[in-house]
């Protein structure tokens, strides 16, 4: 088991940027896959970025593509999502989460354990 905790929301101003935190203990980090998902008030949970278990590979959703970066550092036991060029409807409720012996995957129903949250809120 792995338990994760997101860090680094925050209230930005729309062209600007934030920098999120996954910070995981438990079983050994680079079994998992990570990825990053988020949830606005009223809809469902959206994949936003993922990466492979050794870093090497990376996927993201079209409307972040260009703006966001997700890295890891097992080293660590951390993974990031640095997020710039935010807009108002990057405005959500930003979630960690792990896929055990995963592949980077966009599939919310995929992954095995979740982090708390951690609110970013964009005004325009």
């Known amino acids: 088991q792995v338990q994760l905790v997101e860090s680094g929301g925050g209230l930005v101003q729309g062209g600007g940027s934030l920098r999120l935190s996954c910070a995981a203990s438990?079983?050994?980090?680079?079994?998992?896959?990570m990825g990053w998902f988020r949830q606005a008030p009223g809809k469902e949970r959206k994949f936003v970025a993922a990466?492979?278990?050794?870093?090497?590979?990376?996927s993201y959703a079209d409307s972040v593509k260009g703006r966001f970066t997700i890295s890891r550092d097992n080293a660590k036991n951390t993974v990031d999502l640095q997020m710039n060029s935010l807009k108002p409807e990057d405005t959500a409720v930003y979630y960690c989460a792990a896929d055990w012996l995963g592949s980077y995957s966009s599939r919310a129903a995929d992954y095995d354990y979740w982090g708390q949250g951690t609110q970013v809120t964009v005004s325009s």
């Open positions: 438990g079983r050994t980090f680079s079994v998992y896959a």
């Open positions: 990466i492979s278990r050794s870093g090497g590979s990376t």
